[in-house]
């Protein structure tokens, strides 16, 4: 069983910054591709960023692209979104996901292990 948790999380002004972090442990963690999505409240939940289990391959969605920034510790078996010039559209909980495949997705069921999500809201 593989445990990822999420942290950073929080309240920002319009034009601000925030780090997620993601944690991941457990027997079974290979160190597989990971991935961020967000679901904000009456939406479904869509892809954010991606990264390969080598960290040498990265994807990003459009609305985030310029912005954010993904990347990886693998000694830390930690997953990091810098996250910058944010928007009010950024609100929603952000999850992270980890695959048994070193090689990642945009799709949602690519991911086989979930965190419990953080909240991240942006004010206007």
């Known amino acids: 069983q593989v445990r990822l948790v999420e942290s950073g999380g929080g309240l920002v002004q319009a034009g601000g910054s925030l780090r997620l972090s993601c944690a991941a442990s457990?027997?079974?963690?290979?160190?597989?591709?990971m991935g961020w999505f967000r679901q904000a409240p009456g939406k479904d939940r869509e892809f954010v960023a991606s990264?390969?289990?080598?960290?040498?391959?990265?994807d990003y969605a459009d609305f985030v692209k310029g912005r954010f920034t993904i990347s990886r510790d693998n000694a830390k078996n930690t997953v990091y979104l810098q996250m910058n010039s944010l928007k009010p559209d950024d609100t929603a909980v952000y999850y992270c996901a980890t695959s048994t495949s070193q090689l990642a997705s945009r799709r949602y069921d690519w991911y086989d292990y979930w965190g419990q999500g953080t909240q991240v809201t942006v004010s206007s």
């Open positions: 990264i390969t289990g080598s960290g040498r391959g990265t």
């Open positions: 457990g027997p079974t963690f290979s160190g597989g591709a």
